[in-house]
């Protein structure tokens, strides 16, 4: 199971598919991480998003690391 990566600001103007080409798309295909589009000015989309990257954000301050590795 891979992880999920939310945007709206990688695309070219009028694209809403992940085209490949762009280096975000290379990153979370050789990571296992399904890039999905939301769409712009979606208030129920962006704030699920936003929250999603708070609780982030919560964890990684909370969490030891023992190395910059892990």
Known sequence: ????????RITVVGSRQPTGAHLLDQLCSRHDIDHRLIPIRRLPTNGMVERFNGRIAEVLATTRFKSAED
């Open 1 to 8: 199971m891979g992880y999920k990566a939310f945007t709206d």
